[in-house]
């Protein structure tokens, strides 16, 4: 899928699940608009949802149900550990991120060399990390350190990873403005990289900023906050005008056409 992509200079979306609705919603989406898709998963969503082998069935389930054409992978997002990479593995998972990012360089190549060698024994893909990303809290916006090249190329190197995850200048969370994003950094690291390159932090950027990180060489973008915010406010609305309603699945559903048109909005980029 990020091969094609990459080649194509085109960008795949990776977009966080939270549960069934987000799910079924976005699965119908990239299939209305015949566009592959990544659906990724985090640590705490499993948890949440109830463990690895949950996520997986309710995915594959869904494809077979909704009779779902397009490609879809389903990815850990953001995989702490070995333990973690092979749990999503062994569930069926057709790719996994391991982030030892905030580890110290020697130890982040190990910890994704044994993630690699057990992924690679099941036919699974593996993303890797390399940079400080950057986060937003209620109060403050703390920029990461951007990755170096020679760093990113030696480290996908030495672990055989099938795409990386590099910072650019991008955070985690919806960040209102304008970043000040490396387009240079990324069409360095694109051109001497012989894979994908991965831009994680892509909600909060307008159309406009995207689009022109995938012409730099961006192939695969997560979105997740975009989706949050979006949904949350549905919810509010009909909440709020529909005080006396309680069915879960009047008030859930409330926010399903907000889910929709996000996974638009960012597929759009590719036009």
């Known amino acids: ?11 795949i979306f990776h977009f966080n699940i939270n549960n069934l609705e987000w799910t079924k919603c976005i699965l119908e989406e990239c299939d209305k608009l015949k566009v592959p898709v990544i659906i990724g998963v985090s640590e705490s969503a499993i948890k949440y949802m109830g463990g690895y082998n949950v996520v ?6 869904l494809i077979t149900d909704l009779n779902i054409k397009t490609d879809v992978c389903l990815h850990l997002d953001h995989g702490s550990s070995l333990e973690s990479c092979q749990k999503a593995i062994d569930a069926g998972f057709n790719s996994v991120m391991i982030d030892g990012s905030k580890l110290p360089y020697k ?29 937003i809290s209620q109060d403050e916006l703390k920029l990461g350190t951007n990755t170096n090249v020679e760093d990113c190329l030696n480290f996908v190197a030495e672990t055989g990873i099938d795409s990386v995850a590099a ?7 919806i960040y209102k403005g304008e970043l000040n994003i490396d387009y240079d950094l990324i069409k360095k690291l694109s051109s001497e990289l012989t894979i994908p390159l991965v831009l994680h932090g892509g909600s909060g950027l307008s159309n406009d900023i995207l689009k022109k990180c ?24 009909y909440i ?3 005080s006396s309603v309680i069915d879960p699945r009047k008030i859930i559903g409330s926010g ?7 996974v638009d909005s960012k597929i759009n980029i590719n036009e």
């Not at 997986?56 to 389930?61: F, G, K, V």
């Not at 995938?214 to 609305?237: F, H, Y």
Request: proline letters at 0%; a negative charge; charged letters at 30%.
């Open 56 to 61: 997986a069935a309710l995915c594959y389930s």
């Open 240 to 242: 709020k005008e529909n």
């Open 107 to 135: 130890e982040n190549v190990e910890l994704v060399k044994e993630v690699v060698l057990y992924a690679k024994n099941n036919d699974v893909s593996v993303e890797a990390e390399i940079g400080s990303m950057g986060s």
């Open 214 to 237: 995938v012409e730099s060489g961006i192939t695969k973008i997560n979105i997740n906050s975009d989706i949050q915010d979006a949904w949350s406010i549905a919810i509010k609305k």
């Open 1 to 11: 899928m990020l091969k094609e992509a990459k080649k194509n200079n085109k960008a």
């Open 256 to 262: 399903f056409e907000a889910i929709k048109e996000v």
């Open 167 to 173: 910072s650019v200048g991008t955070v985690h969370g």
